[in-house]
C-alpha cells in the first residue's frame, strides 16, 4: 500500500499561483505514475493531469493545460502540481492517487487509481 499526503492548498486570488505537493510512502517502488485529481463543489472527481514516475510522461486535462505542470522529485518521492494563472473555476478539493498499473483503464479514469492522499482545499476568489 501506498501513502499520499498533499500539502500547499490555500486561498489565492484569480491569477495567481500555488504549488502542490504530494509526499508518498510505503511500497513506492510499486508506483508507475501519479495522477492529480480535483472536485468541486457539487461536481465529480475529474482527471487533472499525471506523470509517470520516471518523469518521460505527462498528461494534462485540457482545461488546464498551459496552466498547471505536473512534476516529481524521485529522491524525496514527492510530486508537485504548479498552478498559475489561476481562475475562479480551479476551486476545488484536490487530490493525489497512486497509479500501480494494476488495470488498463484509462489514466483520467479514477479507478485506475489504487491509493488517494486526504486532499487539499484550493480556493481561487475573483
Known amino acids: 500500500q501506498v501513502q499520499l499526503v498533499e500539502s500547499g492548498g490555500g486561498l489565492v486570488q484569480a491569477g495567481g499561483s500555488l504549488r502542490l505537493s504530494c509526499a508518498a510512502s510505503?511500497?513506492?517502488?510499486?508506483?508507475?505514475?501519479m495522477g492529480w485529481f480535483r472536485q468541486a463543489p457539487g461536481k465529480e472527481r475529474e482527471f487533472v493531469g499525471r506523470i509517470t514516475w520516471s518523469g518521460v510522461g505527462t498528461y494534462y486535462a485540457d482545461s488546464v493545460k498551459g496552466r498547471f505542470t505536473v512534476s516529481r522529485d524521485n529522491a524525496k518521492n514527492t510530486v508537485y502540481l504548479q498552478m498559475n494563472s489561476l481562475k475562479p473555476e480551479d476551486t476545488a478539493v484536490y487530490y493525489c492517487?497512486?497509479?500501480?498499473?494494476?488495470?488498463?483503464?484509462?489514466?483520467?479514469?479514477?479507478?485506475?487509481?489504487?491509493?488517494w492522499g486526504q486532499g487539499t482545499q484550493v480556493t481561487v476568489s475573483s
Open positions: 510505503g511500497r513506492t517502488f510499486s508506483i508507475y505514475a
Open positions: 492517487a497512486a497509479d500501480q498499473a494494476r488495470n488498463s483503464k484509462p489514466i483520467y479514469r479514477e479507478l485506475r487509481y489504487s491509493d
